[in-house]
């Protein structure tokens, strides 16, 4: 069974972080040199993808969505690709247009005009018949992929680990802001990244402030629970319940295997 990918409206997220952080106090179920990791750690992060995908795709493969595309009638238009970018919240576009910066003339290209019209909207127009095959066959190219984990990157990854950081959290909890960043985008709605995060902190300070992880990142995904259900499309809630959530309830800050989950229904495993 292929899960859908279910995403709101994104947009490019603002740099949250300043300079240095200063680290704080060792929780005691992680060593210090386990508490210095974060998700960017490579090893760490290979985990938050498969994660993301058994929610996305019902497959730990995430390297086989690149091809993946789409259109779930969420209102998006179309899905595609590792993170589920879309065609009618921006990101689609930003991506297309970075592989067109780098390879000039790519299958892709044709499609720019388009994809700025229908950028906010849940059309196709100007992208059928032909987008979805050459978006597979873009697929194919290494450049492609590289701009696909670019994107990811700067605009979801990269963001969410840095807010983690600063808010004094580890691994798991870095991973639950990214989740949250992936379905929810940032942007200034009730239910984007930035308010679930404004809602934890109304009942739990972060580690950075002198708070207990595990109580902050409790409130963290109540919030998010919360959010998820204000959308029909987000209204099974495994992925918190029987996926972040059981990692919580074990304690295991650092996210480290093995790790046994459930998303829909489905048992995944990461020895």
Sequence with gaps: MHTPHIHTSRRTLLALIGA??????????????????????????????????????????????????????????????????????????????????RKPGNVLAKYLPALRTVDGTDSHQGLDPGFPGDWARAAQDSAFQQAQNDERDRVYFN??????????????????????????????????????????LAKAKPPAQGGDEVTYLNAFLDARVWAMKQEEAHSDTSRVDTAQRVFLQKRNLSLNPPLDWKVYGDSFHIG
């Design 20 to 101: 240095s952080l200063v680290a704080g106090p060792v929780i005691a179920t992680q060593s210090a040199s386990a508490a210095a990791v974060g998700l960017d750690d490579p090893a760490k992060k290979e985990i938050a993808m498969k994660l993301v995908s058994s929610a996305e795709n019902s497959s730990l493969d995430w390297k086989a969505q690149y091809k993946y595309i789409e259109d779930i009638g969420d209102g998006r238009g179309y899905t595609a690709g590792i993170i589920g970018f879309c065609s009618g919240t921006g990101d689609m576009l930003d991506l297309v247009e970075l592989y067109a910066q």
């Design 159 to 200: 963001p969410s680990v840095q807010q983690g950081k600063a808010d004094g959290i580890g691994v798991l909890g870095q991973f639950t802001y990214y989740d949250a960043i992936v379905m929810h985008g940032n942007g200034g709605d009730s239910t984007s990244f930035g308010s679930i995060r404004r809602r934890a």
